[in-house]
C-alpha cells in the first residue's frame, strides 16, 4: 500500500509530526492503527464526492426530490444515506443559464464531508479563500470557466453552521442515460462550482 513517489520528497514538517503522535498513540495503545487507517479510509476513498454525485443525479431526474432538496438539503441528502459530521446543516444551491454558484470557505476550511469527502488542497489555501470572494470570476478563469459577462456569480461562503453543495446543470445530450449514469458524469469540482458538468457528447460544458 505504500505510495512510491511519497518517498521521493522529504515528508513535511506536519506529516512527520502526524506521523511521530500516532506512533506514540500506538505505542501507549492508545489508539489502533487499524482503527486509524478505517477512519481514513472512510473519508478517503468510501466518503467521497461520489455520494454527492448521487443527490446531483437524483436531483437531475426526479423533480419532487429536487424540490426536496432545494427547501430542505440536510432531508433529502439524509434520505439517500448520507449525513453526520460536517453535514448536520446542508443547503444545496442550484446552477441556472443565468445563475453560476462558487462555494468557498474564507475562514478556514468548511467542507460537506458526507456528500463530498475531504476537501481538495487549493480549497484550502489562503489564495483560494480570499481570491473566491474579491476575484470569482477570476478564480473561475484558472480553472478554466468562463461565464459568459450576463451570468450571476453568487458567492456562498461556508461556516462550521452552514456547508453547500452545488446542483450544476444538467448537460445536453443527457436524456438517454440512467440515474448511475449521469451520477458518473459529476465530478466534485462542480459541486464546489469551479467547473461545470461536461456533455458526455461534445465534451463541452453545459
Ligand atoms: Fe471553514
Given at each position: 500500500m505504500a505510495d512510491?513517489?511519497?518517498?521521493q520528497t522529504v515528508p513535511s514538517d506536519i506529516a512527520l509530526r502526524?506521523?511521530?503522535?500516532e506512533s506514540v498513540l500506538v505505542e501507549k495503545e492508545m489508539v489502533d492503527r487499524a482503527e486509524l487507517d478505517a477512519v481514513?479510509?472512510?473519508?478517503?476513498n468510501r466518503i467521497g464526492p461520489r455520494n454527492g454525485a448521487r443527490v446531483v443525479a437524483r436531483a437531475w431526474t426526479d423533480p419532487v426530490y429536487k424540490a426536496r432538496l432545494l427547501a430542505?438539503?440536510?432531508e433529502a441528502i439524509a434520505e439517500l444515506g448520507y449525513g453526520g459530521a460536517q453535514g448536520e446543516?446542508?443547503?444545496?444551491?442550484?446552477n441556472a443559464p443565468k445563475v453560476h454558484n462558487l462555494v468557498v470557505?474564507?475562514?478556514?476550511?468548511?467542507?460537506?464531508?458526507?456528500?463530498?469527502?475531504?476537501?481538495?488542497?487549493w480549497y484550502k489555501s489562503a489564495g483560494y479563500r480570499s481570491r473566491a470572494v474579491i476575484d470569482p470570476?477570476?478564480?473561475?478563469?484558472?480553472?478554466g470557466l468562463e461565464p459568459p459577462d450576463d451570468v450571476e456569480?453568487?458567492?456562498?461562503?461556508?461556516?462550521?453552521?452552514?456547508?453547500?453543495?452545488?446542483?450544476?446543470?444538467?448537460?445536453?445530450?443527457?436524456?438517454?442515460?440512467t440515474e448511475a449514469e449521469l451520477a458518473e458524469l459529476v465530478t466534485r469540482d462542480s459541486m464546489i462550482g469551479v467547473a461545470t458538468v461536461a456533455s458526455p457528447r461534445t465534451g463541452d460544458a453545459a
Open positions: 512510491d513517489h511519497e518517498h502526524v506521523k511521530a503522535l481514513v479510509d472512510t473519508y478517503e430542505n438539503a440536510t446543516h446542508m443547503v444545496v444551491v442550484e470557505c474564507t475562514l478556514c476550511s468548511c467542507y460537506p464531508w458526507p456528500t463530498l469527502g475531504l476537501p481538495p488542497v470570476r477570476g478564480v473561475l478563469r484558472e480553472f456569480i453568487r458567492v456562498w461562503d461556508s461556516t462550521a453552521e452552514i456547508r453547500y453543495l452545488v446542483l450544476p446543470e444538467r448537460p445536453a445530450d443527457t436524456e438517454h442515460l
